[in-house]
């Protein structure tokens, strides 16, 4: 027996490793780019640039969202079957490391980070300084909203994104790399100003400069940093918005994972999930704004506001 299982090992063997060098699987596509040719040129960074958005508005801004509307009670769950989201409903232990949606957000984020620093790094070797600024001062944006996306649900973040031996940091040294990023990118959009050809190489919607201000502003509020963060908000013009755009071929994802499904959470009520002491009055014009009545079928309260549509447009 033992002489029959030694030959059909070595048999195997020999049949693996006569496969293995006479058929060479290699998968490589020849017509693609590769990824020192794409952070190699202006255009290629600006592709890489824009899918920072649709990936952070996808998975990070939706998984915020849904998470945080069922942690805080404006939302009801629909559906326990949507496993994720009932561990938020319930609350406490309920929501643990198996929980995939708060996975998504984590490596997701991570991912956002990690492409800003390439797309960052990457424009110091843009001749074009204008562009570059454009470049940088894009990229950190979608750096800033992930690093502090980290800070807000995590008590420790990766101190480094990309390295093979990343450290943790507390949350609150989160928000301050988060400010650092940005007063980074401000100085270098102040230094060289952004070029309107690198604004029409994104989508439309998102003002650079002002968004910094409103992101420093909010991450220097969560760290306690009052002063910084008075001053930041200051800076913003109030004139000037910034929005995520969407269309069919890049839907709005909160529409469309939850307002078209009816499968998922809506809002709790006309209270928005305050409580009774503190809650809107029903003339309060955030509750027909956020809010819909369905007359027939339950749940009675829907979403309305900046999901109500697969184009209807999110402020950053």
Known sequence: MKKIFQSILYTGLAAVLMTAGGCKKDFTNPTAATSVQVLGSAKGLAGVAVGLQRTYTANVGYGLSDANGLLTGETILLNAGNTSEFQFSTGGTAVDGTNALLGNVWSTASKVIYDANNVITGAASVTDKGYASGLIGYATIFKAL?????????????????????????RTQGYARAIAAIDKALATISANAISSSFLTDIPAGVDIVNTLYALKARYSLFAGNYAAALTAANAVDLTKKSVFSFEAANPNPIYNSVASTNNVYQPVDSTLGLPAAIAPDLTDKRIPFYTLINPTINPRFRLNGFWITASTAIPV
């Open 146 to 170: 992930s690093i502090g996306c980290q800070s807000e649900f995590w008590e420790k973040v990766p101190d480094t994104i990309g390295t093979t031996a990343t450290a943790f940091i507390d």
